[in-house]
């Protein structure tokens, strides 16, 4: 215990990269996956092409090797501008992969709305986006919690994948501990941190899910 009371100030730090990275991905991602969900239902063959495409690219490759394609290969194709410091490079791996994810959340959720209620929206005058924000998200909402909820978990364990960029996230500093003080005690600090995320996470959720079922 003494040893982790010294070592408090890089374990935090660590665990804010972490935080960091965590809420960065979330906060971009989820928005632009029911974007990308709203292009891939799309009656323009084109850009729902396209979409699918993305989505296929992003759900078939590691996001390791799509972290280490951002920050090593692109400025080897693009030169020293295209260079990102790791966290951003990060950020941007980890938003285009978790929104090709969400995007095929959010699709299967609209696609389960039935289509009489997109036909009475248009009797009673609605617009396609007044139909959508008024009428089918909010029941979007409540059926794509518990995948959701697995994904957001997922991203929490997913975070420690920067190591292969040198980013100094928890794990990356826990590790170094281990290394250089042959002490299992670190290793401890962060599964309690991992584990305290997901039980914060998997509360949240069901208390969503709880107050959306009170409305059934």
Not at 171 to 199: C, D, H, N, W
């Amino acid at each position: 215990m003494n040893y982790i009371l010294d070592n408090w100030t890089p374990l935090l730090d660590g665990a804010r990269v972490t935080l960091e990275l965590f809420f960065i991905t979330l906060l971009l991602s989820v928005p632009l996956g029911l974007l990308l969900a709203l292009m891939r239902i799309s009656r323009v063959r084109a850009l729902s092409l396209a979409v699918n495409a993305y989505i296929w690219l992003m759900r078939g490759t590691p996001l390791m090797l799509q972290i280490i394609f951002i920050y090593f290969a692109l400025p080897g194709l693009f030169g020293p501008a295209a260079a990102l410091p790791a966290l951003p490079a990060a950020v941007i791996a980890f938003v285009l992969n978790y929104a090709a994810y969400f995007a095929e959340i959010f699709r299967a959720g609209i696609q389960s709305i039935d289509k009489g209620q997109y036909e009475g929206a248009r009797v009673l005058g609605y617009s396609y986006t007044q139909t959508m924000r008024h009428i089918v998200l909010p029941q979007v909402i409540k059926r794509i919690l518990p995948p959701m909820s697995n994904e957001t978990i997922t991203l929490v364990k997913d975070t420690s994948l920067v190591y292969v960029i040198a980013l100094n996230d928890l794990l990356k500093v826990v590790r170094g501990m281990v290394q250089r003080e042959f002490s299992m005690s670190p290793f401890i600090v962060a599964a309690a941190f991992y584990l305290l995320m997901t039980l914060v996470l998997t509360w949240g959720f069901q208390h969503l899910e709880k107050r959306y079922a009170a409305y059934d």
